[in-house]
Each structure stands twice: as C-alpha cells, then as structure tokens.
C-alpha cells in the first residue's frame, strides 16, 4: 500500500523537479491531503455539528470556531502523523515514539499559533471563520514544515558538520 501511494505521489513529481526536492514535494502533498482533510472538518464542525454555537464541554465552553479547531486537529494529528512517518519521511533513524512524541510536540506549537491566529482573525478583525481558519493554516503550514523537517523526523544527513554519523564511523 506503501509503494502505491508514493508511486502515486512521485508520478506526479516531474514538473516541479527544478523547483523542490522529492522530499519536499512529498510532504506537500500529504500535507495538502492532511490540509484538506483537516479543512473539510474545520467546516463540517463549524457549520454542521457545533451549527455555529459554544460548545458546553462541562469544564469549559468553546466558541464554535475553536471547538471546529480542536476537532479538526484531533483528525489532522493522526492522520498527518501516519503520513509523514510512513510517505515523507521514512528514512528517518529515530524511532516511532520518539517520532510520535517529538510530532506532538510541533502539533502543539502549531495548534498554538493556529488558535491565536485563527481568534485575532475572528475576535478582533472579524473576518469569517472558515476564512480566517484557511489564513492560519498557510501560517502553520511553513512551521509545521520547518519543525518536521528539522526536529520531528531528523535523517542522518542532518548533523552538524562537527558530527559523526554513526554509519560512517570506522570499525
């Protein structure tokens, strides 16, 4: 299944080889996919199951656009996860819950800046939320990309020029 979809993916790769590596044109695909999907259920949630209305979670009350927020992320998190591991970038050296654990940490980060993003755009500008919520993600997408990269799914031929890689050491 694996193969399938990264066969997929890089069929699509040749027009955009002068301007990205295939790495990149992998996580923006799945991240497009993941974007998408996370969008669809930002929209489905706002307008549908929280119709617009707090959201009375027993602790706390959610305005409609974060309660959207945080159901759309629940989805988004799993699913950008699997594809980023399994698509993007399985040449990483780290293991899975190491990866799990650090892919929590930049979806945090993320969420963060999504939610203050999506309620200066909403709370205080008043701009739509569907809007606003499509301006925070293009925000999240550099972050997330530049966090994924760098921290989450680390390769071997991202050390310092100072550091050994362990599979070039001498026996």
Do not use: W
């Amino acid at each position: 299944m694996r193969k399938k979809i990264i066969s997929f993916i890089d069929f699509f790769y040749p027009p955009f080889k002068r301007i990205m590596p295939l790495q990149t044109f992998r996580y923006a695909a799945c991240g497009g996919a993941n974007t998408l999907l996370g969008l669809v259920l930002y929209y489905i949630g706002f307008h549908y199951i929280f119709d617009k209305e707090n959201f009375d979670a027993r602790v706390i009350v959610f305005k409609p656009h974060n309660a959207s927020l945080f159901l759309s992320g629940c989805f988004s998190f799993i699913f950008g996860f699997l594809l980023n591991k399994f698509l993007v970038f399985a040449d990483s050296y780290l293991k899975g819950r190491i990866q799990l654990f650090r892919y929590f940490l930049s979806f945090i980060l993320s969420l963060i800046i999504n939610y203050f993003v999506l309620n200066i755009l909403v709370v205080y500008f008043h701009v739509e939320a569907f809007l606003s919520q499509l301006i925070a993600t293009f925000i999240v997408i550099v972050v997330s990309y530049i966090t994924q990269k760098n921290f989450t799914f680390r390769v071997n031929n991202q050390v310092l020029p100072d550091q050994k890689i362990p599979s070039q050491e001498l026996i």
